[in-house]
């Protein structure tokens, strides 16, 4: 028998401090009026806290934003204003992935009121914690922003490409998460809590042609992209929903109907 101390997964116990809050009515704060992006990562933080994960402090720029120190994982963080855009969200200069230097990415993302009338404190309505392999299966790709000179008249003028990717949320892609709390892992996590309730089977499955460059014209401002087979075209990944017990473990979670095309974002 191996006398090296297994490490478990941190998410179970992040998923069930997470719904808890939520069921229990823990409130997001705002610090302050201009408080528009950090107020739903502070929930999440006091979550982590709870929990007694040490993580290093997260930054702006920082990829993910919760790196733990004890356990290759991580945590990313996207709060969505609730009616509004949920459908997608805006991931500037970093492709959503499961893994990224040697950590396993967990996505949280909560909504909550979009219209809170002036209140500084208001809660969650509903949150999903989704491995990034539930968003994309593919971690090869390396992010890179470019650029060159010698646009303009003058020809000194700096032409940078930042690239912004529009992802689909696991509210999108999956029916069964309105009002609740749901842990969506690869089907090969198995389960440590018996507070966790499975709830649903899911499947996505890789598309025959992926983009692999794109070019754009400056004078026509047209972009053009250039596509390849997948080389693991048809591989389907295979995932399950997870909900604590008494916490509507009778609502089932399953893929939307209308399926998500690689290629309807322009």
């Keep these: 028998m191996s006398t090296v101390e297994q490490v ?4 179970e116990q992040v998923f069930l401090e997470c719904a ?18 950090f107020h739903f990562q502070n929930w999440v933080q006091a979550r982590l806290d709870a929990c007694d994960l040490q993580y290093d402090q997260p930054g702006r ?41 040697g950590r396993d990415v967990f996505y949280i993302f909560g909504r909550y009121p979009n219209d809170t009338n002036g ?6 309505t509903d949150l999903v914690i989704c491995h990034g392999d539930f968003l ?5 790709y390396v992010h890179l922003n470019k650029s060159f000179r010698g646009f303009g008249s003058y020809g000194d003028i700096l032409v940078r490409d930042r690239k912004m990717y529009v992802v689909p949320t696991p509210f999108a892609l999956a029916a069964g998460t309105v009002g609740l709390a749901t842990l969506i892992v690869p089907a090969n996590f198995v389960p440590e809590s018996k507070q966790l309730i499975r709830v649903g089977e899911l499947a996505r499955v890789e598309v025959e042609k992926i983009v692999v460059s794109y070019e754009f014209d400056l004078r026509t401002n ?9 080389p693991s075209a048809g591989v389907e990944h295979r995932f399950h929903a997870y909900r604590p017990k008494g916490q509507g473990e009778q609502n089932q979670v399953t893929l939307t109907s209308a399926r998500v095309e690689a290629l309807s974002y322009e």
Excluded: C
Aim: charged fraction near 25%; avoid cysteine; hydrophobic fraction near 30%.
């Design 119 to 124: 209140m500084d404190e208001y809660p969650v």
């Design 8 to 11: 478990l997964s941190t998410v």
């Design 136 to 140: 994309n299966a593919d971690s090869s």
């Design 61 to 101: 720029n920082l990829y993910p934003d919760f790196r733990l120190v004890h356990h290759a994982e991580g945590y990313e963080v996207k709060g969505l204003g609730w009616p509004g855009r949920e459908a997608n969200y805006d991931s500037n200069s970093q492709v959503p992935s499961g893994k990224h230097r």
């Design 20 to 37: 808890s809050a939520r069921a229990t009515g823990a409130l997001i704060r705002k610090v302050s009026a201009s408080d528009k992006e």
């Design 222 to 230: 047209e972009m053009l992209r250039h596509m390849a087979p997948n």
